[in-house]
């Protein structure tokens, strides 16, 4: 390993995913002066919508929230696939200047913060020769989502060793693949399995989708009829706002009614999975959860896919647990036994905050766990510093586009003034501690223990709410008594807020 020469920036984006590219769009229209580069561990830019290459592979949620603000959709499908999302990225990176900006097989590895040289000295690891560069910069910025990219998880299945077909993670999926004419076992319930499930049963003998508990389902129109009404009458950037309205107001009654209502909620599902599938279909085992809907993540399955394959006998779903693999398949604890050619571990994801960057603050290293989010998008005590991060209950776009009008704000604010640090931190003793996410989800639940905190009051209070969060983090003061800004280098001591 060696060092390479050291280069200023004003900005430092780490991530060229939606994200990153969106950040990137904010930071050109808004200061278009500053200095900026993406630095991006992989070889393309896209992230979950380049590394994800499954069958079916698509959104859960709309295009229309989960585009961005900016740049309409304006494809007839709503709820699309990963190609066009992808393309999609790549078109607004490309219109934008911004590719030219992309440094790819750049793994940012730490990051130390120095309050004398008010600025961040950042470690970059080269993917391909493993050499280690260094850069500063006045902003770090990750937009690195949100779980490991290396690995998915799987469980431990006693016997998966002795199994004599094969095993495939849908985060590592063989492009060669062929699976025509084969068995295939589905494991999972989230909205990786039922995407594989519908799209697989197209070419497969059979496909089973093997579940522990069942997960809430409901079906959306793949072309949103609204938009497609008002695109005949309308430009599409007038109809791109109006839906997106819509979908924004539609999805966060949805959700507040779930959380208030669960019973009215879970009638509301129950009686579309009704409709959807033969008479006699047992929905109590297979669609009927333990948990309230939005406790964990509800699926969306386009026009019925998944129960457009079940009705059709090309796919079926059996609610069991797994007592171990055989050389055939799979022996369920029913004592049920399940032949499968390929089994599909659509188990989940491996959380990783910031990317896995190593932060550190005049050489210390924030214990990230106890610290707290400032308005889901900046620490405490972590100074000149963002990292984005969606909503878990609506698209993840509508909070990423937020957080970079946030960033391009504040950074403004601190150019105006002459301020070259800002930090949040939190004053007030009577802000009480709570855990950033509330996902009963086992994802969730085996990595919160690693993930900084909420607090009980704004402007620690994560916010899932799109609407709350405009006039937070679009209209909110900048100084607002938590946010600390200070001038001059050597300046370590936290400046009094300025009123606003
Ligand atoms: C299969 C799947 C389907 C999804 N569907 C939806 C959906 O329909 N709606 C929705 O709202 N959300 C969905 N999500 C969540 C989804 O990840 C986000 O919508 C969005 O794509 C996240 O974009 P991002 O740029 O923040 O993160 P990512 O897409 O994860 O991109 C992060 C990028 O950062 C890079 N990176 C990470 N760490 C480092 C580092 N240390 N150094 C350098 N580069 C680094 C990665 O290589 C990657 O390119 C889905 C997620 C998955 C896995």
């Given at each position: 390993m060696t060092e390479g020469s050291s280069e200023h920036l004003d900005v430092l984006i780490v991530g060229a995913g939606l994200s990153g590219i969106g950040a990137a769009w904010h930071l050109r229209d808004r200061l278009p002066g500053k200095s900026y580069a993406i630095l991006e561990a992989?070889?393309?830019?896209?992230g979950t919508w380049d590394l994800f290459r499954y069958p079916?592979?698509?959104?859960?949620?709309?295009m229309h929230t989960l585009?961005?603000?900016?740049?309409?959709?304006?494809?007839?499908?709503?709820?699309?696939?990963g190609a066009s999302i992808l393309e999609y990225v790549r078109e607004t990176a490309r219109e934008n200047g911004i590719d030219e900006r992309i440094r790819y097989r750049?793994?940012?590895v730490g990051a130390q913060w120095s309050s004398s040289e008010a600025r961040w000295s950042v470690e970059v690891e080269?993917?391909?020769?493993?050499e280690i560069e260094r850069l500063t910069c006045d902003f770090l910025w990750t937009?690195?989502?949100?779980?490991?990219?290396d690995e998915g998880y799987t469980p431990e299945f006693e016997g998966i060793e002795g199994f004599g077909g094969t095993v495939i993670h849908p985060q590592h999926w063989?492009?060669?693949?062929d699976y025509a004419g084969k068995r295939v076992v589905v494991i999972g319930s989230g909205a990786t399995a039922v995407t594989l499930v519908p799209a697989m049963a197209e070419q497969a003998a059979q496909v089973t989708m093997l579940q522990r508990s069942p997960t809430y389902i409901a079906s959306l129109p793949a072309a949103d009829p609204i938009a497609k009404a008002l695109r005949r009458v309308l430009p599409d950037r007038a109809v791109y706002p109006l839906v997106r309205w819509k979908n924004v107001l539609l999805q966060s009654v949805f959700f507040h009614l779930s959380r208030r209502r669960p019973g009215m909620i879970k009638r509301f599902i129950r009686r579309g999975v009704e409709r959807a599938?033969?008479?006699?279909?047992d929905i109590d085992t297979?669609?009927?959860?333990?948990?309230?809907?939005w406790d964990q993540r509800l699926c969306l399955v386009p026009d019925g896919d998944l129960f457009a394959a079940i009705s059709a006998g090309r796919a079926e779903v059996v609610t069991d647990r797994i007592a171990r693999f055989n050389e055939r398949g799979i022996e369920l604890e029913s004592g049920r036994e399940l032949e499968a050619d390929i089994v599909v571990t659509a188990t989940g994801l491996n959380l990783l905050f910031l990317g896995g960057i190593k932060l550190s603050v005049d050489g210390e290293e924030p214990d990230i766990p106890r610290a707290m989010t400032y308005k889901g998008m900046m620490l405490s005590g972590v100074p000149n510093f963002a990292f984005t991060v969606g909503y878990t209950n609506a698209s993840w776009t509508l909070k990423a586009d937020l957080v970079s009008e946030y960033v391009c704000r504040l950074l403004g604010h601190m150019d105006a003034h002459g301020y070259s640090r800002c930090v949040p931190e939190v004053?007030?003793?009577?802000i009480v501690e709570q855990p950033l996410l509330d996902f009963t989800s086992g994802y969730v639940q085996r990595s919160l223990h690693e993930f900084p905190k909420q607090g009980s009051?704004?402007?620690w209070k994560l916010r899932q709410n799109y609407v709350i969060d405009i006039r937070?983090?679009?209209?909110?003061?900048?100084?607002?008594?938590?946010m600390r800004f200070s001038s001059g280098a050597s300046e370590t001591r936290p400046a009094d807020p300025v009123a606003v």
């Open positions: 992989r070889e393309d830019l896209g079916g592979i698509r959104s859960d949620s709309d585009g961005y603000r900016f740049k309409p959709w304006t494809r007839s499908k709503t709820i699309t696939d750049r793994r940012v080269q993917t391909d020769t493993g937009c690195s989502g949100y779980y490991r990219y063989p492009e060669d693949l599938l033969p008479p006699g279909y297979h669609f009927t959860p333990r948990y309230n809907p004053s007030d003793p009577s009051r704004e402007p937070s983090i679009r209209r909110g003061a900048l100084d607002d008594g938590s």
